[in-house]
Each structure stands twice: as structure tokens, then as C-alpha cells.
């Protein structure tokens, strides 16, 4: 009986190590921390994507983002100018901490930069749908994290989900709520996006 229960302590152990030796492997050594309350995320920052809208004429230099779409049928059906339903953006942002647009020298990938699409989802006015990632790429932080989700651009505020991330972001989790922070005409929006997340690996 004694050698039995010495034996099989001796497998669980196997067995326990075994597990921890596997999480290790997936997480880089990592602990999965999840926030017991919604008040209380495990990490929380702001940051500042800034589109700027190929107008189609003179600003190639500097546009981060451009249609990728020709308007719909249903689209010039409802407006002549053909602006909302389909229209599919496509971006490679910068993101900033501060709110100011740092003026890029040719060449510079900015630290943080926010890659994907949106697409107008309404035909009589607009609303989107936003699929993104943050790229971080510097000596603070590296990896990705990845939004989606209804952009309800009539509400002030709109949640939209952290379904995942890479690096230091490790299959996060979480709630980024965006609000319109500044705009010039239809060239370029600043949107402010408050990330709180709620499962980090730490
Ligand atoms: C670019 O073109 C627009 C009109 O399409 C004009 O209003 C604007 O001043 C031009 N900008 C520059 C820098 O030339
Ligand atoms: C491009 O950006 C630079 C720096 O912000 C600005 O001085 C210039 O007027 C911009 N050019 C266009 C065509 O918008
Ligand atoms: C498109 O046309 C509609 C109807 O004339 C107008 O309300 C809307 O502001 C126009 N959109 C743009 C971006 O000019
Ligand atoms: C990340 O930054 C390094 C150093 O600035 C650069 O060499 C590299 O190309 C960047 N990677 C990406 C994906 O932007």
C-alpha cells in the first residue's frame, strides 16, 4: 500500500510538471491574470490613431488610408455621391500616445501603428465596421493587439472587442471604447481609444 501511494504521488508529480512545463511553453513563463471585476482591468492605456484619407488628388505623400472600393450600385441608388454602403477603407496608421501627429521623416515607422480595414455597413448615413490590429514595435513594448467590431459612429462613445494579441499582448482580452477626438473635412480623423483589458498574461 505504502509503495502504491509513494508511486502514485509519484506520477502526479510527473503529471503536475509536466503540465507546468507545457504552460511555459505557450506562454513564455507567463500567468494568465483575469480581472474579477469590470472596474479593475490587469492593463489600460489610451492612444490616438490617426487616419489620414487619400483625397484622391494631392496628398499621396501623406495619406495612411484609401478606399479600396468603387461605390455600390445600392450606394449611388441612395446618394448620388455614392459615399456609404460598401466603401471599404483600408489603413496603415500611425498611433500616438499624445494626441499630436508627430511630423515623419521619410523612412520612419512610427512605434505604434494600426493596420486593417473598415467598411460602411448603412446606406443612408454612415456607420462601420472596424477589423484592426496595433502593431507595437519598440523597445516599450512589442506585438499586437486585435480589435473588431460595430463602429455605431452616431453614439459618442462605442465599445468595440480586443479579441487577441501577440507578444507582450499574449492572447489578451478585453473592451476598447473609441470616440471621435478631432477631424478636418473627410481627409482626416483622430480617434481616441481608451483599451482596457481584462485577461493579460503577465
Ligand atoms: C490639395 O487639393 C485640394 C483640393 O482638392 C486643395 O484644397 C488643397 O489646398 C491642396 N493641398 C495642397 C497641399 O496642395
Ligand atoms: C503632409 O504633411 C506635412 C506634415 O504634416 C504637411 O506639412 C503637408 O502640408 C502635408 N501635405 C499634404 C499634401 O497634405
Ligand atoms: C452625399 O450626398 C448626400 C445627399 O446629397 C449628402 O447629404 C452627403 O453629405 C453627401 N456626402 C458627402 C461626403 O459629400
Ligand atoms: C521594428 O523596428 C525595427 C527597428 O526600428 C525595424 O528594423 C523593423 O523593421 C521594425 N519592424 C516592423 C514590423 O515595423
Not at 471604447?177 to 473627410?186: F, H, I, K, S
Request: charged share 15%.
Amino acid at each position: 500500500m505504502q509503495g502504491l501511494a509513494a508511486s502514485s504521488m509519484l506520477s502526479l508529480t510527473v503529471v503536475v510538471a509536466v503540465f507546468l512545463i507545457g504552460m511555459a511553453d505557450h506562454s513564455d513563463g507567463r500567468r494568465r491574470v483575469i480581472s474579477s471585476s469590470s472596474n479593475e482591468p490587469c492593463k489600460e492605456m489610451t492612444l490616438y490613431l490617426h487616419d489620414i484619407l487619400y483625397n484622391g488628388a494631392n496628398n499621396s505623400a501623406n495619406a495612411t488610408s484609401a478606399a479600396a472600393t468603387k461605390p455600390t450600385a445600392l450606394s449611388t441608388t441612395h446618394w448620388k455621391n455614392g459615399t456609404f454602403f460598401g466603401t471599404l477603407v483600408v489603413f496603415n496608421d500611425p498611433v500616438t500616445v499624445g494626441k499630436a501627429l508627430p511630423v515623419a521623416e521619410a523612412g520612419d515607422e512610427p512605434a505604434i501603428r494600426a493596420q486593417g480595414f473598415y467598411f460602411y455597413d448603412k446606406k443612408e448615413s454612415y456607420n462601420a465596421w472596424f477589423g484592426f490590429s496595433i502593431v507595437f514595435n519598440s523597445t516599450a513594448a512589442t506585438g499586437t493587439i486585435n480589435l473588431m467590431g460595430a463602429d455605431l459612429m452616431y453614439e459618442v462613445t462605442r465599445d468595440i472587442s480586443v479579441v487577441g494579441g501577440t507578444g507582450d499582448f499574449f492572447m489578451t482580452r478585453g473592451i476598447a471604447t473609441l470616440r471621435l477626438d478631432a477631424y478636418e473635412g473627410t481627409v482626416y480623423f483622430r480617434l481616441q481609444m481608451d483599451i482596457k483589458l481584462y485577461e493579460c498574461y503577465i
